[in-house]
């Protein structure tokens, strides 16, 4: 193949334990390509298919690659220079981006951040009523991109009426009802608002990471790639105000009641509060490992390990078999010979192997 080749600096390759992914982070797609694939079409530079012996595999990679535009020819290798690499350095000018809150907190949470910019506000209501609409309105006066609702509990009856009212919003991009089991749709645009169905309760939502938390796009990968893309610029007062780095954390920072607007900036801005949003994924035991790790929004709470940071609670996907939790013949970490400690990952080479073997068998 004498033909010369550069790969889409918008399709990112990404390794994971048993395959990789190519990342279409324009396109917000994504296709599945074996590690020896992404052996090669990891450079910024000419692609050299010769390294795939096989010709036939190298001709049906290459038009797959060329189909999806992943690739495109180039006549010379001085075209190379005209193309640009993708800067994958993060810049995010605020510290505090994103904010979680309860339909019932304390007004004075909104006045300490009366002056930031923040991408999105998260509102937690029992149920749409007069308590979310007040805070709708003081939310509608700030600097604000987004607004998703999370509803625990989801109403049929006063649906059409209050979903009218919600629509008078102008900032909501999403409302997201729990405990719903009888809608035949699970979403619906009205109104340039997704409304979204969950049959499963909220407390179960906000602890397990699913597929449809996985986000791909250009602005969540250049996050991902360098910080928490969960815990980064984010900050959540729960029921009693107390501040918190997120959904599932226990440990406060204060609690709005008791701070001056000063002194919550001050905390929101420091190391101690800002350590788990510095988090890079591939200093994150098992997350290193995982192909998805670029486009997962994982609200479990990092643990600090002797070398690395580890989870307590496991991920509903096993990088290690390439099996989610509801899939068939799927099972965890520990029983698919991945133990994981604070002391590092011990894996079971050959009890991985067999179950990998058991669980891909046709």
């Known amino acids: 193949m004498n033909k010369l080749f550069l790969r889409n600096q918008l399709c990112i390759p990404v390794k994971g334990y048993n395959r990789a992914i190519i990342y279409d982070i ?76 309860h339909s019932d907190t304390d007004p004075v949470f909104f006045d300490f951040i009366k002056d930031e910019y923040l991408l999105n506000v998260s509102v937690i209501a029992p149920r749409i009523d007069d308590h979310l609409f007040v805070l709708l309105a003081k939310i509608d006066t700030l600097e604000i991109d987004s607004v998703y609702l999370y509803i625990e509990n989801f109403d049929q009856e006063s649906y059409e009426t209050t979903r009218q009212l919600i629509c008078n919003y102008r900032l909501i991009f999403s409302v997201n009802f729990f405990n719903s089991t009888n809608q035949a749709e699970t979403t619906q645009l009205y109104q340039n608002v997704y409304f979204n169905f969950f049959e499963e309760e909220f407390a179960t939502y906000k602890t397990k990471l699913t597929t449809d938390k996985l986000s791909l796009n250009n602005e969540h990968f250049l996050e991902a790639y360098n910080v928490h893309s969960y815990y980064y610029g984010k900050v959540y007062i729960d029921r009693e105000g107390n501040v918190k780095n997120g959904l599932n954390n226990t440990y406060s920072f204060g609690n709005v009641k008791l701070l001056t607007k000063d002194l919550f900036l001050n905390t929101i801005h420091s190391d101690k509060f800002r350590e788990l949003g510095n988090i890079n994924k591939n200093n994150t035991l098992v997350c290193s490992d995982c192909e998805f790790r670029y486009m997962c929004v994982d609200s479990r709470v990092p643990v600090k390990g002797d070398e690395k940071w580890y989870h307590q609670a496991e991920c509903a996907y096993n990088p290690y078999l390439s099996k989610w939790d509801y899939e068939e013949n799927y099972i965890n970490l520990k029983d698919s010979g991945v133990a994981i400690s604070a002391r590092g990952c011990d894996i079971d080479q050959q009890k991985l192997s067999n179950h990998f073997n058991m669980a891909w068998s046709v």
């Open 26 to 101: 324009i396109r917000k797609d994504y296709f599945f390509i074996p590690n020896a694939h992404y052996d090669v079409l990891d450079t910024n530079d000419v692609i050299n298919f010769n390294k795939i012996t096989d010709r036939g595999e190298k001709e049906e990679l290459v038009d797959f690659l060329l189909k999806e535009e992943i690739i495109f020819e180039i006549t010379d290798r001085n075209e190379k220079n005209r193309f640009k690499s993708l800067n994958r350095n993060f810049e995010q000018p605020n510290l505090l981006t994103n904010a979680i809150v």
